[in-house]
Nanobody, 127 residues
Framework: QVHLVESGGGLVQAGGSLRLSCAASGRTFSIDAAMGWFRQAPGKEREFVAAISQSGGSTDYVESVKGRFTISRDNAKDTVYLQMNSLKPEDTAVYYC???????????????????WGQGTQVTVSS
């Protein structure tokens, strides 16, 4: 079992920045799985935002955040980050961290590819 805890959300003005963190505990996720960030706005389905491979050498982003968001991981700290710059009101959502099953090292952009989820952190961008 693995537990994921997100932090770093909050209220920010349009054009501002936030850095989300996802700390993992339990399974030795640091060496065995790709990780991802998803978000869900009120009344909408959960959508893919970004993913990073097991090694950190490969990343993937949804088109709407390319050039503004950066996903990274520190395996020594069992932590994944999402640096969000140039935030827009449409980025407002609850952001979730997710982990793929053990040994699945490639990035994926669908909810069903991830077995473990955090509780989410709210990001609100005001105009």
């Amino acid at each position: 079992q693995v537990h994921l805890v997100e932090s770093g959300g909050g209220l920010v003005q349009a054009g501002g920045s936030l850095r989300l963190s996802c700390a993992a505990s339990g399974r030795t996720f640091s060496i065995d799985a790709a990780m991802g960030w998803f978000r869900q706005a009120p009344g909408k389905e959960r959508e893919f935002v970004a993913a990073i491979s097991q090694s950190g050498g490969s990343t993937d982003y949804v088109e709407s955040v390319k050039g503004r968001f950066t996903i990274s991981r520190d395996n020594a700290k069992d932590t994944v980050y999402l640096q969000m710059n140039s935030l827009k009101p449409e980025d407002t959502a609850v952001y979730y961290c997710a982990a793929r099953p053990p040994g699945y090292s490639a990035t994926k952009d669908t909810v069903g590819e991830y077995d473990y989820w955090g509780q989410g952190t709210q990001v609100t961008v005001s105009s």
